[in-house]
C-alpha cells in the first residue's frame, strides 16, 4: 500500500458506490484519497457514469492544480469545472483543463459581479450566505450532470469528522461519504500519502494553503500565516472588499488589515480549515 497505508476490513465494499454518480475532487489529500480507494475498488478503472470532478474558483494555490493534474496523467481522467455566465448574464458553466483553468479568480469575481443589490452594490459570500460555494461547486456540478438520473454525490469526508458526517446524513438526499463508511480518519489519509510520489506539496505542509487560499472561512491565525508566507494571495479578497465597501465577516479585520498585520507575531493553528465543498 501507499506510503504505509492500512486498508481496513470491509473498506472495499464501502468504497464500490452506485453510479451514475459524481466523486467530487477538490484537489486535497482526503478527497484524493478517497479517489484512490474507489478505484482499487472497480480495480482501477472507473465505469463511464462515474465522473470525477473538480470545481475551479480560480483561487486555488498553484500546488493545488498541480496535485490534480499528476493525479489525471497517472490514475484517471478528471473533469475540470468553472462557473460561468451565458451572453445573456444567466449561470453555466464551462469545462477547462489543467491548461485552460483559470487562476486569478475569474469565476469568483464572476460570480461577485452577477449578485449586487441595492444601487449596483456588490454581495460578497459571507459565513452565513455562502453564494460561492452553492453556485460554484454544486450548482456548477449540477448544471453539468444535466439530464442524468438519480446520480449520487460522492465527498470525502472522513470519519474523524462525525459532526459534519452527522449533518448531512440528517438531509432527505444524504451525498455518499465511503471514507466515513469505511473508518478512515486524518491518520489514514497522511500515512497513505507520506513518500508517496504523488503527494499535494503545499507550502509548510500545511493544508491552510487548501482549497481557496484565502477563504474568509479560514481563522484570522492561518490568513495571517497565509499572508506571512505568500502575501499576494490575499490581494483578489482586498480587491473585493474594496470594490464593495464590504467584508466577507463581520467583526473581523478586513483582508487588507490582516496581510498588514502579517509580520507581527501572533499565535496560531495549523488545524482543519472548512472544505469549501462541505454543502452546508
Known amino acids: ?64 492544480y498541480e496535485f490534480i493534474h499528476r493525479i489525471e496523467m497517472n490514475w484517471c481522467a478528471v473533469v475540470w469545472l468553472e462557473y460561468t455566465l451565458t451572453p445573456e448574464g444567466k449561470a453555466s458553466y464551462a469545462e477547462v483543463s489543467y491548461e485552460t483553468a483559470s487562476r486569478r479568480g475569474e469565476p469568483f469575481t464572476k460570480l461577485i459581479g452577477k449578485n449586487t443589490h441595492g444601487r449596483g452594490k456588490k454581495f460578497l459570500p459571507n459565513p452565513v450566505a455562502r453564494i460561492c460555494t452553492v453556485n460554484m461547486k454544486i450548482t456548477t456540478v449540477q448544471k453539468y450532470m444535466g439530464d442524468t438520473v438519480d446520480w449520487m454525490s460522492c465527498i470525502g469526508l472522513r470519519s474523524d469528522e462525525q459532526r459534519r458526517v452527522s449533518r448531512l446524513r440528517s438531509r432527505i438526499n444524504p451525498p455518499l461519504m465511503p ?3 469505511a473508518g ?28 481557496c487560499v484565502g477563504c474568509f ?22 480587491r473585493q472588499e474594496q470594490e464593495s465597501g464590504a467584508t466577507f465577516v463581520k467583526n473581523r479585520p478586513d ?16 488545524g482543519d480549515t472548512i472544505d469549501c465543498f462541505c454543502t452546508d
Open 1 to 64: 500500500m501507499p506510503g504505509g497505508f492500512t486498508q481496513h476490513r470491509g473498506a472495499v465494499s464501502d468504497y464500490l458506490i452506485e453510479s451514475p454518480a459524481v466523486i467530487n475532487f477538490s484537489g486535497g489529500r482526503s478527497s484524493g484519497f478517497m479517489l484512490w480507494n474507489i478505484l482499487q475498488a472497480y480495480d482501477g478503472k472507473l465505469p463511464e457514469d462515474i465522473k470525477v470532478i473538480f470545481c475551479n474558483t480560480g483561487l486555488e494555490h498553484h500546488q493545488t
Open 217 to 238: 472561512l479560514k481563522g484570522y491565525g492561518k490568513l495571517e500565516a497565509i499572508a506571512r508566507e505568500e502575501p499576494w494571495q490575499l490581494d483578489w479578497w482586498i
Open 184 to 211: 478512515h480518519s486524518n491518520q489514514d489519509v497522511r500515512a497513505f500519502w507520506n513518500g508517496h510520489p504523488l503527494d499535494l506539496q503545499l507550502p509548510l505542509d500545511s493544508n491552510i494553503f487548501g482549497n
Open 255 to 270: 483582508y487588507k488589515t490582516i496581510k498588514q498585520d502579517a509580520h507581527k507575531q501572533r499565535a496560531f493553528d495549523f
Open 179 to 181: 471514507m466515513a463508511d
